[in-house]
């Protein structure tokens, strides 16, 4: 490889380093430790992300659990009027043959 082939390898290579950034003439490299920082901080940050948005949906789960037994509890209180209301058709049900029959014999 002759000097020239070298040296567009040098800069080729200088292009495609992601840690190398060049400033006017002078040329500044990211430290190891700088980049180690850096994905430290942006993993922090994605963890407490992701620890707020757990903690949303946890709320908004027990929220939907609430909504839901309360639900039941309505339909729970229905089914039980319901079943009172024909209870209380049952029993009144004899009272309007009665009715009836005394209204017939009596002529009302």
Do not use: W
Not at 32 to 52: C, F, G, T
Not at 82 to 92: C, E, F, G
Request: proline share 1%; with cysteine.
């Amino acid at each position: 490889m002759t000097a020239l082939g070298t040296i567009e390898q040098l800069i080729e290579n200088q292009k495609l380093d992601v840690l190398h950034e060049e400033k006017g003439t002078e040329v500044y490299k990211t430290s190891v430790n700088d980049v180690k920082q850096e994905l430290a901080r942006r993993k922090l940050s994605e963890i407490h992300y992701l620890k707020n948005m757990l903690e949303k949906l946890q709320e908004q789960n027990q929220i939907d659990k609430k909504r839901i037994e309360l639900l039941c509890s309505a339909r729970d209180d229905v089914s039980h009027a319901d079943s009172a209301l024909r209870k209380l058709r049952d029993y009144n049900a004899p009272l309007k043959e009665i009715c009836r029959s005394m209204n017939a014999h009596f002529g009302s």
